[in-house]
């Protein structure tokens, strides 16, 4: 969707990489903010680790990071390579999340990937948010190649939620809040475009999204 805040299925997006539409995913009932899921390209088997912005945002909880671990470790014994699709606007927040230690799973997501010994790879499609960037971006996730879609977004935090943070007080203090608040904002996405973090070589590149499941198959 053209707007950052709408919900999809990201079903639909693997359907259309994978050979013939067709794919199996792994646990679709448990932490359903996450897909694992097996797929074929070029007729060879490939994982794939995908945020669900159409559940909690796409946001992983502990059941999404358990279910991560264990695909990693899946795909890395039977020589899988996996490919993380990337719209994460964060972990799931909450008291529950802190009572279940959800810092603590963060960290065995991130020391999986990296211990991973498969080709792994990372196409950021439109959000990738705070530490949800650090799980699902392949530079902190031990990955091979990083990409992104020009729509992709990448920040320590949505840009909405960080002008409030660091420029609350400015913005309230201005002649015309609502105004300024617009401006930053506007000047914050522009700082968070994928062409940013290519620049930086936080990114290998930034490719046209129909040419996606070439690329996957080009990289692996």
Known sequence: PDQ????????????????DGRYFEIKPEFGK???????????????????????????PNVASTEKACAFICLCDSFNIPFVHL?????????????KQKLPGKIMNWIAAGQLATVPRLTITIRKAY????????????????????PTASISFVDPTIG?????????????????EKARMIQEWATQTAPWKAAEEHHLDDVIDPRNTRLWIAQAL
Do not use: Q
């Open 33 to 59: 903010a996450l897909i694992t899921c097996l797929g074929r390209i070029g007729g060879r088997s490939v994982g794939f680790i995908a945020n669900n912005p159409i559940i909690d945002a796409g946001a």
């Open 86 to 98: 990337a719209d994460v606007p964060g972990m799931f927040p909450g008291s529950i999340s802190e």
């Open 163 to 179: 002008v409030e943070l660091v420029h609350g007080s400015k913005i309230a203090n201005s002649a015309d809040p609502v105004a």
């Open 4 to 19: 950052m805040n709408r919900g999809y299925d990201m079903h639909r997006l693997i359907k259309r990489i994978v050979d």
């Open 130 to 149: 705070g530490i949800g960037w650090n799980v699902m971006v392949s530079p902190h996730s031990g990955g091979d190649f990083n990409v992104a879609w």
